[in-house]
């Protein structure tokens, strides 16, 4: 038997053929797993943005930031796109762009010659070309173009819609950068500016011109607006395709966000806060169990945090607003006293504390932040020679500072304490310092530099650093509850996250506009070449006109300029050598007809109103004067100017304040008269029913003319700010007075004031009466004297008797809460609040059980009792500041709030439904117990929602729980109903 060989050549290709699909399969296994790894494989894409367009694009050190910034950043949490950014001039990256060194290019605009060769993104923001005004200079109302005539307009060199500007005639100063721009406009070089809104905005607040503001859309017609998009090449489809997607994703709400960050805040670094702010899952479900804070901040701590026309305002309250957006926080402001705000903290009825510096006393009370700002103390004075080193140098001085602050022991240890006068308010210690009723305030630079601002007060210095042993300057730090001392971390990691950029605008905004610390007069001035030019040109001649009837203020008696403002003149005429020839006029009139026609030069005391703008300017004011009503004898005191109705009230023709009153009180009935003596005679005769005026010239008038029958009626809020007023067709005057009234000293304003402090009447002595008339001077002094004694006392009777009119409007006399008055006042205003910010709106529905019972078997004075224990348990349940509380009628009563989370009402409504079971009145016999019954609403309103939906819902709640046995909660969600989405 023969043995053949293995057939090899057989067995390998039966094992190919049975290998052969595995390795195909292995093969296709293999190839997978990668492409499974990579679903979503991250693309980096080159994109030019313009270097230096602030707040769109812009560079801090080596990171870009901006409002473009922020939306690229945005585009790249919703794609798997990587953005590699370079910059440099617009010219520069188009170039590049277009030569393909760049996929993609920011911030263009689209062109129909651009969309031959680029695929263009929807715009994500439309750039609106707005105008820029001095709030103190406010523009006339913009409707075209021609509008704009006769005024000095500003726009960038060069800028698209610059030819519009020119084609229409306009005056146009161009600037080559925006900066420089709004810079002008503060400068008062130009009288309005045009260019991008949010530009302008950001840039007038990083530079701390709080007085410039948006007027209005230039009436530009088709180049009212730039659209913002993303370009790419006409052949990147797919990338196109891709950065639209991701701008698709973005809320509108958002980018809405993001602009206005960038206008209030200068900066918006946490575009997504769980992305950039570094919170461990802990804080996060920490703060969103918190609830709304409240925040307590001084209302009188210019300009870190006041009160102004009922708003708080000032760079703290920006701080905390900016640590709310970062983190989500919901704050409510709570604005006192500092005294009353410390106390606050250690019941709890305040979470947080503003401006509070960090003592280690200070421990036990708060958890501190690091700080948000330091700012030193100081010493003011408006004297000349005292210098400051150590508290020794005050020991012959009074003292002022403010009550409860850190220093005040080390103070009062080392100088006298009778010496050392505490004010609980700012305000109050620098208009001592005016009055000299205090020699030194010691407080914060920028507060007392506010203040002086804010009071006018000149030749007010700074003697020297307030410097205590172991006491450094002031650290403005956030003072958190102990209870809450997590938020203390948060805050703090907030605090760390703001950009340099964001702190600095805010800063700006609230110190840049400051008076400079330690300016003082020196009482000589210095003439410029184009000065002295102008006045050799002119002989040193200038023409002045005056009120010829405005004593003691200013006036013309025996064809001579007299008053204060002569005084004045004669001043600065030694000073610069300068001579002021009177044009006669018979009236105040005439003077200003005489100024429009350009016939004088000057008037030495006037005020800036808008009218007068258009053919004058003004130097800083250097005198102030209180303005009053006067009235008859027998006319009643009143609170405001509205009180007189439609009566007749006069004001002499022309006067400053005639224009002003009209555009802020239009109802007024004002009467024009010729003269002061006029109107003070038409008042005694009765034609008037009062006569505005102010106080100086009413008492020199009052005295003159022997009118022992008037009286102050009231004083009028706003206050006479009188200056220097030069034609405004010669600039260089303006220079001149302007450094004249610079140089006034703190002597010679009060010299000034001094002078005619006592209404003298020289020209009109009749020596051989002089007795008789010293003593009808004395008389009437003493009239006055009473009068206004009398005007203070009833003013502040007048005052209190008007808040206890108005508490009682609102409140229920029997419980103390609020009545059916205060509920239809305030519950449609909480339900828009709660529907504008999307937030959570409850209404409880309280009535007590079985009451009628109580009534007719115990009598109603003990139902009476029981109400009044139904309210004060309702207080102590329900005390936060957006809780609102009312009597709704019998033994009704209602609560409406808003929420974040609903579990938390329905757990103080059942702890208050519990505590009511649980009370009884001992006072009677048997022993009277007291259940009530609750119907709750609740839900998010959307646009469509109604109020009384609500309100009808968690009545029908309080049926249910009647029904239901009593002694109950019933609640009802609210839901809002949209209308069906219609389709076109």
Known sequence: MSIRPPDTGSTLSASRLFCAPLVFLLFYLLAALPAQAQVDPTQTVTIGVVADNEPYTFFEGRKPTGFSIDVLRLIEQRSHLRFDIRAGSWPDIYAAFLRGDLDAIDGISWRPDRAQTIRFTEPYHTREIYLLQDSERPLPRIRQLEDLAGLRVGMVEDIFYGQELLDAGLSVNQYDSLPSLVRALAFGWIDAAVGPRLTLEYLSNKNGFRFLELHGPAPLERFSGEDFRIGVSIDNAALAQDLQQALDAIPDTTIDNLLKRWQEFGGNYSVDTNGNLPLDARQRQYLANLGPIRVGFMEDYAPFSFADGGQLRGLSVDIMDRLADITGLQVIPVPAQWQELTAMLKRGDIDVLANMSYRPERESLARFTEPYHNIPNVVFTLDETLAYERLEDLADQRVALGTGIYYEASVRDQLDDDQVIAYT??????????????????????????????????????????????????????????????????????????????????????????????????????????????????????????????????????????????????????????????????????????????????????????????????????????????????????????????????????????????????????????????????????????????????????QSLGLADLKVLTRVPSDWTLSMATRNDEPVLHGIMQKLVSSLTAEDRRKLESNWRQFEIKQKVDYTLLWQILAAGIVITLLLFYWNRKLGRLNRELASANAALSYLSVTDALTGLGNRTFFDREFEKSFQWCQRHQQGFAVAMVDADLFKQINDTRGHHVGDQCLKTLATLMREHFRRDTDRLSRFGGEEFVLFTSYREIADIIARLEGFREAVAAYHARQEKPELSLTVSIGLAYGIPGPDSAPAEYLRLADQALYRAKHNGRNRLESAPVTDRQPPPTHL
């Open 425 to 702: 308010a700012q305000q109050d210690m620098f208009r001592a310092l005016s009055k000299g009723k205090v020699d030194a305030v010691l407080t914060a630079l920028h507060s007392g530099n506010y203040w002086i601002r804010e009071l006018g007060i000149s030749g007010a210095r700074i003697a020297g650093e307030l410097q205590i042993p172991g006491m450094a300057g002031e650290d403005l730090r956030f003072g958190v509850r102990p209870s809450l001392s997590p938020l203390a971390d948060i805050l703090n990691q907030s605090l760390a996250s703001m950009t340099p950029t964001e702190k600095r605008v805010i800063e700006n905004r609230w110190l840049g506009a400051s008076l400079a610390s330690g300016s003082e007069q020196s009482g000589t001035v210095q003439w410029t070449a184009g000065q002295r030019q102008w006045l050799e040109q002119r002989q040193r001649q200038i023409t002045i006109c005056v009120d010829p009837d405005w004593m003691p203020l200013e006036g013309v008696r025996e064809g001579r300029h007299t008053g204060l403002s002569a005084d004045a003149l004669a001043l600065f005429s030694e000073r610069g050598d300068i001579r002021f020839r009177l044009l006669k006029t018979d009236s105040w009139q005439a003077s200003v007809e005489a100024a429009k026609e350009r016939r004088c030069d000057i008037f030495p005391l006037a005020m800036e109103t808008p009218e007068r703008r258009q053919y004058m300017d003004f130097t800083t004011p250097y005198l102030e004067v209180p303005n009053v009503v006067l009235g008859r004898i027998g006319t009643p005191f009143i609170q405001r100017l509205a009180d007189l109705d439609s009566q007749p009230v006069g004001i002499v023709e022309g006067y400053a304040y005639a224009e002003l009153l009209k555009q802020r009180n239009p109802s007024l009935n004002l009467v024009t008269v010729g003269s002061e003596e006029e109107g003070l005679r038409r008042l005694q005769n009765g034609e008037l029913a009062g006569y505005i005026t102010t106080l100086a010239t009413a008492s020199y008038y009052m």
